[in-house]
């Protein structure tokens, strides 16, 4: 069930890409993440899966889902966004420490060994972000330690000590945690690597987010209809992924871009609640979301332009449709969807199963819709809960 529905007016659906949004991402960056994160060992596109059965049932043209569930070790698309920034940060380290200039190559290659040893890189994290950063310093040679809060489970706190990260358990909910850990880095001279941002500290956000849009990328390579997608329902979390694939769709295609909708956890809706109230607006998080992934109560600050120019649609939902979905697709499609993976598509089902909120989308028989399954079974234990 869909719980609230806010249409952007503002979102510029039929025009071309403004320029100050291009900027954001510059289209150079999100070449060269595709460039390098392609040329990494164990690198392949990740599968668009046709759900058939499910576009029959809304009655919809067509429904593809990107399944990142393949993505690398990480089993999430955020391997494409954490890890990269790492490789893009100690490129950065490196060429002030030696004068000289460094390649992302070198970095890839451990050219500098002793350099990158003296490096820790530290963020928060609900699981799989900080897992993409410390299984990138762990390629690249760095120390990595992850800050997560109380409620993070066991399973994702092993996955990202599996990669030789340091866990640090903070009280509270994510947001304190990427408080604590800007806090520890400032005391022991660590660098953060954080998937948000704000005041002051963008840069590295931004190369997450030019990472994230490999997934869109390879994802409209590999669209096999003649006609492009007319919607794209993508989870928000903070919002860098749905700003990252927002402006390389909105990029490339120009005013063909598909509508684009925003899917949030009611108790999580920090994205719903600025986009309503014109500016950015935050969420205190008093009751976990099953979308653990998604429990998220600041807006990054470098997705919020595009968030605000480039959404068309922001809904939120519960938790009650999520179990069944993953458990959907399993057995329909033999897909493993995360908590967090389902959200854009129980969005979607949400939305068509609600006239009103259909026909203000623009639902119909000609409608090709685009998803992101982010993530695979990335912590086992609840991924049996909800589908045993
Ligand atoms: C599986 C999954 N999907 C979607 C998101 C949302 O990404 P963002 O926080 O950039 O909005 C996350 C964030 O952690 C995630 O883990």
Redesign the pocket.
Known sequence: MIRRHFWNDQAGLGQGCPESLEKVIPVAARRQARTVIGGWSGYQPTELRSLGAIAEQLELGAVFYKDEESRFEIS?F?ALGGAYAVQCLLRDVFEEVTGRSVTLEDVERNHHPDLAADVTVVTAT????GRSVAWGAERFGCGCVIHMHEQVSLGRQAAVEAFGATVRRVPGNYDDSVRAAARDAALNGWFVVS?TSWPGYEDIPRSVMAGYTVMSSEAMEQWPLDAPPTHVFL????????AAIGIDLWSRSGEDRPRIVIVEPEPAACLYESATAGELRMVDITTETVMA??S?GEVSLVAWPVIAAAVDDFLTIGDESIGPLMRRLARESSIVA?E??VAGLAGLMAAAADSDVARRLGLSAESRVLLFG??GATDPEVYRRLVD
Do not use: I, P, R, V
């Open positions: 999430s955020k609900d699981g799989n972000h998937d989870q928000g979390g903070c919002g860098g992924m749905a992934g998604l998220c995360g967090s993976a982010t993530e």
